[in-house]
T-cell receptor
Framework: QQQVKQSPQSLIVQKGGIPIINCAYE??????FPWYQQFPGKGPALLIA?????SEKKEGRFTISFNKSAKQFSLHIMDSQPGDSATYFC???????????FGTGTRLTIIP | KAGVTQTPRYLIKTRGQQVTLSCSPI?????VSWYQQTPGQGLQFLFE???????NKGNFPGRFSGRQFSNSRSEMNVSTLELGDSALYLC???????????????FGEGSWLTVV
């Protein structure tokens, strides 16, 4: 019940396209859903996060869509750039808990 | 403002040895968590400390342990190293773990451990 399932495992998108990464969770106690971006040799960095009472959140070119009834959330990257090439992780936690349960990651490549 | 600092960045150990990794959280942050990252298992939570007390623990064997000092700095220790312990060990810190929604968790760059 603690799993967060993430897809696809890898994704190649042309510059300017809109990559979409999907995550699904089982634990209905989760109430914090962040997305992290990780470049090779670096630690994960928080991109954007959403709470379950909001259906969509935008920060710059990054948008999270959230479907509480389906227990799914997704990351969209608008006007993608080669510099967005990285591994993206969705995660979830509950009750202000610092324990994050991570998805398995998506390796995104943006080709010029 | 300095980020989460982890030392050492890279190390190689022999099976059966033990290792200690160090983490300095962002100034003012009181919660420190540790994660293991491997290609096969992804990012997995090890444990979290706040005010020198372990608040949460993941599903790792007792060979994995940690502690937090009064200045919030933390160490984790792995005893009797196995080949499968080869991984990137990430430390993360946050400001306030007391149930406030959306505490941003900041990660360090990690310590790469190779067990041979």
């Amino acid at each position: 019940q603690q799993q967060v399932k993430q897809s696809p495992q890898s994704l190649i998108v042309q510059k300017g396209g809109i990559p979409i990464i999907n995550c699904a969770y089982e634990n209905t106690a989760f109430d914090y859903f962040p997305w992290y971006q990780q470049f090779p040799g670096k630690g994960p960095a928080l991109l954007i996060a959403i709470r379950p009472d909001v259906s969509e959140k935008k920060e710059g070119r990054f948008t999270i869509s959230f479907n509480k009834s389906a227990k799914q959330f997704s990351l969209h990257i608008m006007d993608s750039q080669p510099g967005d090439s990285a591994t993206y992780f969705c995660a979830a936690s509950s009750g202000g808990n610092e324990k994050l349960t991570f998805g398995t990651g998506t390796r995104l490549t943006i080709i010029p | 403002k300095a980020g989460v600092t982890q030392t050492p960045r890279y190390l190689i150990k022999t099976r059966g040895q033990q290792v200690t990794l160090s983490c300095s959280p962002i100034s003012g942050h009181r919660s420190v968590s540790w994660y293991q990252q491997t290609p096969g298992q992804g990012l997995q939570f090890l444990f979290e400390y706040f005010s020198e007390t372990q608040r949460n623990k993941g599903n790792f064997p007792g060979r994995f342990s940690g502690r937090q000092f009064s200045n919030s700095r933390s160490e984790m220790n792995v005893s009797t190293l196995e080949l499968g312990d080869s991984a990137l060990y990430l430390c993360a810190s946050s400001l306030d773990p007391t149930g406030t929604w959306g505490n941003t968790i900041y990660f360090g760059e990690g310590s790469w451990l190779t067990v041979v």
